[in-house]
């Protein structure tokens, strides 16, 4: 036994054995590879996903699946490193990784979302095709929906891109890989009726990704950042960390006691 619980260091024999002992259950962590900032690397969103998984799945010995590491971001393609897919692709290659592992034994999945709510709406697609064509149990666990409740304890705006919220997770997570030398704030300016942060209270359309155009001039002035990187700190993204792990363990044992 290798005593891992990344599906990708186990052997297929390892990973039979893991079937039961999960309850059939395995996260996969899905994320993107985008601009985020001068300060953060273009793995961010990934990042996100893997550790908030491989630290539930330690708790839990539930397994994790390898990440998708790239996600929908057309908007942020005016800056280097970003690597956008289609949306419906992204729905197909989600749904046959599920349809692959069910195939396996796996029936509960834990879809841990690290590209805020863009990667949503794909993510919402190959659940529902999962569930109605399988019969299998899929849930989409969000960091900014899953934090809302102490958001705003921690002193930190509303969700944005590269922002305080990313940045101190990153901070906790991946220091090495932090550059808060290089960090730019560009702090939210109020639209009417808009918002793409979960926990607003507002009334509010819909989120539409921004074209090259909108963001141009966005990234000229922040370097890519939404928000105020300057308020992040190890400490508050070490709560903010807890707080989404603690979480998904719970959503993992209600899963795994059929409780949803």
């Known amino acids: 036994m290798t005593g891992s619980i990344r599906l990708q260091d186990m052997t297929w024999e390892e990973v039979r054995k893991a079937v039961e002992k999960s309850s059939k259950t395995i ?4 994320g993107s590879t985008e601009q985020h900032g001068p300060h953060l690397p273009v793995g961010t969103d990934t ?40 949306p419906d692709l992204l729905a197909e290659i989600a749904f046959d990784i599920i349809s692959s592992l069910h195939h396996h034994g796996f029936e509960k999945f834990v879809l841990i979302n690290g590209h805020r709510i ?17 019969g299998v149990k899929p849930v989409i666990f969000d960091p900014a929906y899953m934090s809302k409740s102490i958001i705003a304890s921690l002193g930190w705006g509303q969700v944005g891109h590269a922002e305080e919220i990313e940045t101190s997770h990153m901070m906790y997570r991946y220091p090495d890989l932090v550059k808060m030398d290089r960090a730019i704030d560009n702090p939210h300016r109020p639209k009417p009726l808009y918002s793409v942060d979960p926990s607003y209270e507002g009334d509010t359309l819909c989120y ?3 074209s090259p155009e909108e963001m141009r001039a966005a990234t000229l002035k922040s370097g890519g950042t939404s928000g105020e990187p300057s308020k992040a700190s190890a400490k508050g993204g070490e709560c903010y960390h807890d707080h989404l792990v603690s979480r998904l363990v719970e959503i993992i044992r209600m899963l795994q006691m059929e409780k949803f």
Request: charged share 15%.
């Open 27 to 30: 996260l996969l962590p899905f």
């Open 47 to 86: 990042l996100v996903a893997v550790t908030l998984a491989e630290d539930a799945g330690q708790k839990t010995s539930v397994p994790v699946a390898p990440p998708l590491w790239f996600g929908w971001s057309p908007h942020h393609m005016i800056l280097p490193g970003t690597i956008t897919i289609r």
């Open 118 to 134: 863009v990667n949503i709406a794909w993510l919402q697609m190959a659940g529902e095709r999962a569930k109605r064509e399988l």
């Open 208 to 210: 539409v990704p921004s």
